[in-house]
């Protein structure tokens, strides 16, 4: 039986309508091709592990995504259509987006032999300068009103302001932007990160 995680379960069903069965799909072929494969959630998406990290996926507003954790040693540079989305399959709006399951179950496989020989993933440059994290100033206002929310966050790793930020900005109505403000500063001023339901202990 698979290792089956329920955050990506959860992670699935609050995924929009057209991600739901790309998502279900990719972790079906993962499964198949990786029976020992471990589910996980990491930096807020589902990750599958084998022997250490294998491919992760996730989902937007309009696409979704899946990559494999060596994937510069998997697919070669002219296929790899990591510069359109993360990974190195390019914005998957629908299953036909995705190469055939034998051929991304073959991906697996491979991908499996690597960590099977413990091989590296090659060292990823870091940017010259790290993004900066721009808190909106909705968000400053709300937070400022609230001790000692905005203290709270200022201490958050820019990682952690950037997942309330982006949670808030992704929001497609005003109503829900501002019920998730609210949620948002109540959590921040009891020192909780955006997915603190999921973090362990």
């Known amino acids: 039986m698979p290792a089956i995680d329920p955050r990506i379960d959860a992670y699935i069903a609050n995924s929009a309508e057209f991600a739901r069965p790309i998502l279900e799909h990719l972790r079906a072929v993962v499964h198949e091709a990786c029976p020992d494969a471990e589910e996980t959630m990491k930096w807020s998406f589902p990750h599958f592990e084998y022997k250490g990290m294998l491919c992760s996926m996730a ?11 060596k994937g510069e040693l998997l697919i070669a540079a002219a296929d790899d259509k990591g510069k359109e989305a993360m990974g190195q399959f390019g914005r998957i709006t629908s299953i036909e987006d995705l190469p055939p399951r034998k051929t991304l179950a073959a991906y697996v496989k491979k991908a499996m032999k690597l960590n ?3 091989v590296k993933a090659p060292g990823r440059a870091k940017p010259a300068t790290p993004r900066a994290v721009v808190t909106p100033d909705y968000l400053d206002a ?3 009103r609230r001790e000692p929310a905005l203290a709270n966050f200022n201490a958050f790793t820019p990682g952690k302001r950037r997942e309330y930020i ?7 109505t005003e109503a829900t932007r501002l019920r998730r ?3 948002a500063v109540e959590w ?3 020192g909780k990160s955006r997915n603190w339901k999921y973090e362990k202990c």
């Open 188 to 190: 921040i001023a009891e």
């Open 116 to 118: 099977d020989d413990g």
């Open 166 to 172: 982006e949670w808030l900005e992704e929001a497609k």
């Open 59 to 69: 989902s937007f507003k309009a696409h979704c995504s899946f990559g494999f954790w």
């Open 142 to 144: 709300a937070l400022a």
């Open 181 to 183: 403000l609210e949620q």
